[in-house]
C-alpha cells in the first residue's frame, strides 16, 4: 500500500482530519444539553482558508466533536476548527411516512420551497438594543437554557437564490416533503455580527426548527418551437403575387391587374 493510499484510509477511518491530536476548546458559548452535538447528527466544521467538511456522528466509536454547541471554536492542534452547523433529523409528519424520499427526492437548488419555522437563541446572557437615550435591556436568561423563541413563520423562498441566510440555504438541502429538522447555527450562518435590531443580537447562535410543506421542482426550459403563421388571407396581394409565381403564374398575375 502507497503511502498516500496509507494517509486516505487514516482519515476515512479516523473520521476528521486532526483527530489524535491535542484538542482544547478556545470559544465557548454554551447551550442546553438538547443542543450540543450527539450521535446521528451531522455537523459542518469550518477551517483555515474558507474550508468546510461535514461529519457524521457514529454511536460507535464516541466522537470527539460530541458534546459541542454551535458556534463553539475547538483548537485541534494547531489549527482553530470552528462548529458552524448541526443539522438533526426530527423525523417526517403522519400523512407523509408512507411517501418515499430517496436522493432526488430532497429539495435542491432551484427548486421553490415552503416551510414553516420556529427560531430562537439559544444561549442568551444579557441582549442590549443601540437607543438614543441609552442602551436597551431586552432579556435575561442563564446559560443551558433552551433560549427565547423570536419567530414562528410559513415562508417559501427558492433554493440557490441567495435571499436566506447560509444556515437556511444548506439546512433545507436534501430535506424531504413533511420533514422536520433541528438546525442549530454559528452566527457566521445566521445573522452575523449585523443580528437584526430589537430581535436578535449581533453574533448570536440560532436554533431553527424547520418543517419542509412543500416543493416545486424548477422545471429545465422545454424547447422552443416557431409559432404557428395565421393563414394566408385572400385579399392580400404580396401573399397572392407568392403564391402565383410558385405555382408558375406570376404573369397571369400581372394580366389579371392589368384586366381589373
Not at 417526517?92 to 421553490?112: F, K, N
Not at 439559544?122 to 432579556?139: A, E, L, Q, S
Not at 392580400?236 to 404573369?251: A, E, K, P, V, Y
Request: glycine letters at 12%.
Amino acid at each position: 500500500m502507497t503511502p498516500l493510499l496509507l494517509v486516505v484510509v487514516a482519515a476515512v477511518v479516523g473520521g476528521v482530519q486532526g483527530e489524535g491530536e491535542e484538542r482544547r476548546l478556545v470559544v465557548s458559548l454554551g447551550c442546553a444539553d438538547s443542543q450540543r452535538s450527539r450521535p446521528g447528527d451531522l455537523m459542518r466544521l469550518g477551517r483555515g482558508g474558507g474550508r468546510e467538511e461535514r461529519v457524521l456522528l457514529g454511536p460507535d466509536p464516541r466522537s470527539e466533536w460530541e458534546g459541542l454547541c454551535a458556534g463553539e471554536v475547538m483548537l485541534v492542534g494547531r489549527e482553530q476548527v470552528e462548529v458552524e452547523m448541526i443539522t438533526r433529523r426530527l423525523g417526517r409528519s403522519a400523512e407523509h411516512l408512507e411517501e418515499e424520499c430517496g436522493v432526488e427526492g430532497g429539495a435542491a437548488r432551484g427548486d421553490i420551497v415552503t416551510y414553516t419555522s420556529r427560531a430562537r437563541i439559544p444561549t442568551v446572557i444579557y441582549m442590549k438594543f443601540p437607543h438614543p437615550k441609552g442602551n436597551i435591556p431586552i432579556r435575561m436568561r442563564q446559560r443551558g437554557q433552551p433560549g427565547i423563541t423570536i419567530d414562528t413563520s410559513t415562508d417559501t423562498s427558492a433554493l440557490g437564490a441567495g435571499l436566506l441566510p447560509p444556515g437556511w440555504e444548506a439546512g433545507l438541502a436534501g430535506a424531504c416533503v413533511g420533514e422536520r429538522r433541528l438546525l442549530l447555527l454559528a452566527p457566521s450562518m445566521a445573522f452575523g455580527d449585523q443580528g437584526v435590531f430589537h430581535k436578535i443580537p449581533s453574533n448570536a447562535p440560532l436554533e431553527l426548527t424547520v418543517e419542509v410543506l412543500s416543493i416545486q421542482r424548477s422545471l429545465a426550459e422545454q424547447p422552443r418551437t416557431a409559432p404557428a403563421l395565421p393563414a394566408p388571407s385572400n385579399s392580400d396581394r404580396i401573399i397572392n403575387f407568392l403564391r402565383q409565381g410558385s405555382n408558375g403564374l406570376l404573369f397571369h398575375y400581372g394580366e389579371k391587374e392589368e384586366e381589373e
